[in-house]
């Protein structure tokens, strides 16, 4: 799960290593993390959504943060992961 902003919205600090490789819908993911750990801190997926800076909600401390609003790949999904609430689904 991730959140995404605006780019200029988002200020990036400390060290990070990225990695791209290209997504199955041919665009170019381009993959920020920690160094460190090699926790993922933030990427960027050309295309569909240049402009956005996406982050993991797990980089957030507050468990509560945000819920999903739609659901994506859901076919790839493990079969024990269930997607409940209020959310859009596409394939």
């Known amino acids: 799960m991730q959140a995404r902003w605006p780019a200029e919205q988002v200020k990036i600090e400390g060290r990070s290593r990225s990695w791209s ?3 199955d819908s041919g665009n170019r993911a381009t993959f920020h993390f920690c160094p460190d ?5 933030h990427y960027v997926i050309e295309g569909k959504f240049d402009g956005l800076v996406a982050i993991p909600l ?10 999903p609003q739609f659901s994506v790949w859901e076919k790839r999904k ?8 209020d959310v859009d689904h596409s394939s």
Do not use: K
């Open 78 to 85: 493990h079969d024990w992961v269930e997607v409940v609430g």
């Open 58 to 67: 797990g980089a957030f401390d507050d468990p509560y943060f945000a819920r």
């Open 21 to 23: 490789q290209l997504a």
């Open 37 to 41: 750990c090699g926790s993922d801190v």
